[in-house]
Nanobody, 115 residues
Framework: QVQLVESGGGLVQAGGSLRLSCAAS????????MGWYRQAPGKQRELVAA???????NYADSVKGRFIISRDNAKNTVYLQMNSLKPEDTAVYYC?????????WGQGTRVTVSS
């Protein structure tokens, strides 16, 4: 089993920044893709950003140039630096990691951006 602990969500004004963290622990033998998804009220969960073990990244068009995903392999942790936040970034953000053939989700952390 793998446990994911997320932190860093909160309330911020438009234009502000937040940094999300997701630490993985447990039976980690091959941590592959680590990423962040978000789900706004009434909408489907969507990919925000992902990073593979080699460091290549992928971003949703809506966050390119504003968000930066990174990972610390020694700490089994993935980060999401969110800058220039907009009200439309308001959502619950979920960490998702691939370990071997399995996928695990975090419990979610709420981000609210006020206008």
């Amino acid at each position: 089993q793998v446990q994911l602990v997320e932190s860093g969500g909160g309330l911020v004004q438009a234009g502000g920044s937040l940094r999300l963290s997701c630490a993985a622990s447990g039976s980690i033998f091959r941590l592959n893709v680590m990423g962040w998804y978000r789900q706004a009220p009434g909408k489907q969960r969507e990919l925000v950003a992902a990073i593979i073990s080699g460091g290549n990244t992928n971003y949703a068009d809506s966050v390119k140039g504003r968000f930066i995903i990174s990972r610390d392999n020694a700490k089994n942790t993935v980060y999401l630096q969110m800058n220039s936040l907009k009200p439309e970034d308001t959502a619950v953000y979920y960490c998702r990691v691939g370990v071997g053939d399995y996928v695990y989700w975090g419990q979610g952390t709420r981000v609210t951006v006020s206008s």
